[in-house]
C-alpha cells in the first residue's frame, strides 16, 4: 500500500520550532537558526532534482568570513547600499546592517532561505529587504553600492553564471566583495584576496572545523 506524501511543513513554523538559535561561530556577534542532527531538516527540504539544498541552515566559511570582515571593518558599508547574493540565512546580510549600512537587500532563491533570513533578522534587531529572485541574468540591481557574495562557487556551471554577473555589476560602477575558502570552482586568477580569517565551514566534509577563508575583490 502506497503511503500517503506528507503535506510540506510551513517553512516558518517549522524553523522556529526545530533550528535553535545559537551565535555563528567565529561571529558571536550574530545569531541564527541553525541546524543540527535532531533538526529533521529532510522535512523541509525538498526531495525533487530541482529542489534546492539547505544550505541556509548553516553557516557556511564563505558567508562567515565576510560578515566577520565586514563587522570588524565597518567603514566598509557604513552608509551605503548593500545587496547580498545568495543570502542563504542571511548572515552577510545582517553583518552588513549591524555594522552601520544605509540600506540591505538579501536576495535568494530558495523560499525556505527566504523564510530563514526573515526570522534572522528579527532576532538580530537589524531590518532587510528580502527578495526571492535568481537576478543573475538581469542588469545590474540599481541603487546598490555594494554586492556581497559568499559561497556561491561550489558548481561550476554556477561560478560561470556569477562571475559575469559580478562583471555586469563591476561595468556599472557596483563594488563586490566575495567571501570563499577557496573551493574549486573559485577563479582566484580574475580576484584580488583582501584579508584572510578563520572561521568555521560546514563544507566540503570539514564538519565544522575553522578554515582559513579569504575576502576577494574583483581584479
Known sequence: MKRASQPQPDPAAFIQANLPISPVPSIPEILLHQAGPASGLWRLAGRGETDPA????????GGAVLARHLIDR??????????DLGAGSGLVAIAAAKAGAAA????????????????????NGVAIAIIAADMMDEPP?????????????????????????LRRCQSSGIDVLIGDPERAH??????????????????????GKAVQAGVFSLS
Open 54 to 61: 539547505p544550505y541556509w541552515a548553516y553557516p557556511w566559511a
Open 74 to 83: 565597518p567603514e566598509i558599508v557604513a552608509g551605503r547600499r548593500v545587496l
Open 104 to 123: 540591505v537587500t538579501a536576495v535568494d532563491v530558495d523560499a525556505n532561505a527566504i523564510a530563514a533570513i526573515g526570522l534572522n533578522a528579527v532576532i
Open 141 to 165: 540591481p540599481e541603487e546598490t553600492d555594494l554586492l556581497v557574495v559568499g559561497d556561491l562557487f561550489y558548481d561550476p556551471s554556477l561560478a560561470l553564471r556569477v562571475m559575469a554577473f
Open 186 to 207: 573559485l577563479p582566484q586568477g580574475q580576484l584580488k584576496r583582501i584579508a584572510t580569517h578563520a572561521v568555521a565551514d560546514f563544507g566540503a566534509g570539514t564538519g
